[in-house]
Every structure is written in structure tokens, then in C-alpha cells.
């Protein structure tokens, strides 16, 4: 199988895990699992550990007890307005919530080779016995700026690493990433915003180091004299200018003559449409394409080729789209993130009988899909009527598996 080219710090080898974010009984399970590896920054700066007997540096990769001195009190995440109190798991704005202690990222699992396990949100019900099959290593990262000083350099001293010899100091990140490999210069992430963009309160950690909420929004604070924050309520982008990429890709089978289509919980009756989804920070658009097709469909995807771009201003979007290759025997799943009601592989003439209905007319088409004015419109005409190609290997046989050309 043919793969793009891979640039440093993209190539994620994490399995985000995206779905499970919200869920604060998972992550403090998750949180204290002996194998869980922390990455520390200091505003940014990430903590390189110098080991003895030879002139590399990687970073540190701390276990939870060594970082637990500067976390703060328990629950890590779904935390109260009392300290040691957790909240309940439906209340929107306190999902896997962090509201005071420095603030957390779940990066996500590093997953064995063979382990090939799919962690659908079900089975989180009992969290602690589904963490004690996990096979591989979560990932966690935190900053730890606004903590005392002599705290963190306290806490750094009795880590495991500087028992054994190694030297740990915070480094410039530029200076940091020249001693990195591209399996950890992939998990090398870090960001951080400290105000709320709408009303200027201060914010408040969401779905695990994710999403920031306006601490305006607690059900606790005390609003006395003050306008509601206009971030509680419909979809607002405030930082100006800003524009939020999203992928959306075509999965064609091996043949060239399936493609995969899904159907959004939110779509219109029998509508069906490419699949997509936002980049994430740290994300490379190739690496965003293979999570969306696994997490909203359980497919795996090779070949990724890019097809065009188009500015989509509800609210500050920008689309780029994709074809990419899978296997269409392979089994679909809509259970990871729950986001898709329905997906499935449609031939390319059953495609074309849709494009060639005329609206109007009494009788309707199987399934409704996007108009052309829409990149995802675009991506299915452009396939079904030939008007791009992928090229692909060729297989020990001197054939090859042709999906449309020019």
C-alpha cells in the first residue's frame, strides 16, 4: 500500500481517542495506569531530559507519580465547584472538566502493533477494568507555569529519570525538536490560551485539555450586573482572523467503483455525504483524513490524494477535500464516535442515477446527496464521472486496480 509522504512532526503514531474525551470516568481511570507517560512544559517549553554516558536528549517521559505532586487534588478531570467533589458526567459544561490545578492534555494511546482494539465508548461503562486491558501507552501532557517554582523543581528531582542520572531541564521547543525522532517529535504538542475570546472571564479546561469553556458558564458563578457570555449559546468564532480547516474525503474500494458515503444523525431524510471532520492541533490533513474515515466509519484508509479546497464561511471553515483508498470487504462501524447514523459503499451507478434524476419529478431517488456548489458534491461527481484519478500499484500480476481517470 502506497503512503503519502510523512513531513516531521505529522504521522501521529497516537490513537486520539476523541470520543472518550468527554468521559471524566475514563480519564481518571486512564490518568493513573502504571503505564501512562507524561510529557511537562513550562509556557510551552518541554522538559528534555540529558541521559548519562552519552550526549542524547529526548524528552521526558514521566510516569504519573512522578507528576502527581503537581496535579492537585482528586478527580483530575470532572471536577466541582468544591474541591475533591466530582461532577455528574450530563452537564455539558463540566465534561471532563478542570477548573483548577494546571491545566491537562489527553494526547491519547500509543497502541501495540498488534492490539488492533477499536475502544468504542460502551465499553467504558466499568472504566477501571476496560483501562486494565488497554495494551499500550496513554499519553498525557501538562503545563505547569503558574505553579511555584520550587514546587515543580522539587517535583522534578524525585522523578524516576533523575534518580537513574538524567539531567531534566525545560528547553526552548525549536532547540528541543533537533534531538527529537519522528515518533515523538509527532507527539511533541502543546497550546495554551488563558482568556475567554468573547467576554474576557477567565476559561477553564474541557474534554480532557480540548475544548475551553468560559468560567462564566459555570452553574456556580456569580454573573451579579453582568451580560451572559455569547459563547453560551449557538456556534461562535471570535478570534479574528481566524480560519478552522476541515477535512472532507471520498473512500474509494480497490476497484474504483464504490465509493463510501455516510448519513449524519442531523441530515435530511435519505441524505447521504462524503465524510468529514475538523484538523486537530498537532494534526497533519493526511493524518485528520485516516482518524475521521476510522472513527466516524471503522475504515482504514491508504493512498491519500489531494483534490481541492473550498472557503466555507458557517461559521470561519475551510475545507479541504480528499479521495483516499480502502478495502470495501472490510466491516463498517458507526459505534466509535457515534457520529454517523448510517454508512455505506454505493457503486458508481448507482451514484450517476442520482446525479441524472431530475427534480421535479414524482418519483424520488434512492438517496439524496449534496448539490455541487459543495465541495462534497463536487468530490462524488468528480468521481463518478471520471474527472480525476488516483494512481495505483502495481500488484504482482503487472495489473492494476484502476479507480477513474481524466
Known sequence: MAEAFTNFLA???LNRLSWLRTSHSFLNAVVVSPATRWILF????????????????????????????LLGAEPFFGQCEQEGEQCVSDVPVLQAARVRGPSIV????????????????????????AVEKLTGIPYFSADVADLD???????????????????????????????????????FAEARSMFCPACGSPVYSLWAGWKLGCTSLLPWADNTDRKPCPTGRGLHNFAHPRTDPVVIMLAIDESGEKILLGRNKKFPSQF????????EPGESLEDAVKREMWEEAGVKVWDIQYHSGQPWPYPANLMVGYYATADSSAPIRTDLDNELEDARWYTREEVLAVLRHSSGTRDEPPFKMPAPT?????????????????????????????????
Not at 447521504?272 to 484538523?279: H, I, K, M, P, T
Open 272 to 279: 447521504y455525504s462524503a465524510l468529514a471532520g475538523f484538523v
Open 149 to 187: 517554582e520550587s514546587e515543580v523543581n522539587e517535583a522534578i528531582r524525585n522523578t524516576e529519570l533523575a534518580k537513574d542520572g538524567s539531567t531534566l531541564t525545560f528547553m526552548e521547543p525549536r532547540a528541543a525538536m533537533s534531538s527529537l525522532d519522528v515518533y515523538t517529535a509527532a507527539i
Open 11 to 13: 504521522g501521529s503514531p
Open 374 to 406: 459543495a465541495i462534497a458534491g463536487v468530490l462524488i461527481q468528480h468521481w463518478a464521472e471520471g474527472k480525476g484519478k488516483i494512481p495505483l500499484e502495481v500488484d504482482a500480476s503487472g495489473s492494476t486496480a484502476q479507480t477513474f481517470s481524466k
Open 42 to 69: 513550562n509556557g510551552g517549553q518541554p522538559l528534555v531530559a540529558s541521559h548519562p554516558g552519552t550526549q542524547k536528549r529526548s524528552l521526558a517521559f514521566l510516569t504519573t507519580e512522578d507528576v502527581k505532586p
Open 106 to 129: 489527553f494526547l491519547g494511546l500509543k497502541e501495540a502493533e498488534t492490539s488492533g482494539s477499536a475502544l468504542p465508548s460502551s465499553e467504558f461503562k466499568d472504566p477501571h477494568s
